[in-house]
Nanobody, 119 residues
Framework: QVQLVESRGGLVQPGGSLRLSCAAS????????MGWYRQAPGKQRELVAD???????NYADSVKGRFTISRDNAKNTVYLQMNSLKPEDTAVYYC?????????????WGQGTQVTVSS
């Protein structure tokens, strides 16, 4: 089992920045991916960015060039640096960890944190 503790989101003005963090504990596989998803009201949950245990990153087109995902393997923590925030970035952000345990991936989710971009 994996437990995830997310940092608090908040209210940010358009053009502002915010950094989210998520600390994972428990049984984390050597092969894994950590990432962030978000869900806006009335919309489906979508991938924002993820990063594998090997350091490969993947971003949604809508955040490329503005958001940066990173991880500290020693602390089992993933970070999402969000710059140039837009009102359309407003959503509940969820931390995700995917563990590879043959023969499949296992997903774990944080409780979610609200990010609101508004003037």
């Amino acid at each position: 089992q994996v437990q995830l503790v997310e940092s608090r989101g908040g209210l940010v003005q358009p053009g502002g920045s915010l950094r989210l963090s998520c600390a994972a504990s428990g049984s984390i596989s050597s092969t894994n991916a950590m990432g962030w998803y978000r869900q806006a009201p009335g919309k489906q949950r979508e991938l924002v960015a993820d990063i594998t245990s090997g350091g490969n990153t993947n971003y949604a087109d809508s955040v490329k060039g503005r958001f940066t995902i990173s991880r500290d393997n020693a602390k089992n923590t993933v970070y999402l640096q969000m710059n140039s925030l837009k009102p359309e970035d407003t959503a509940v952000y969820y931390c995700n960890v995917r563990n590879w345990r043959f023969p499949r991936w296992y997903n774990y989710w944080g409780q979610g944190t609200q990010v609101t971009v508004s003037s």
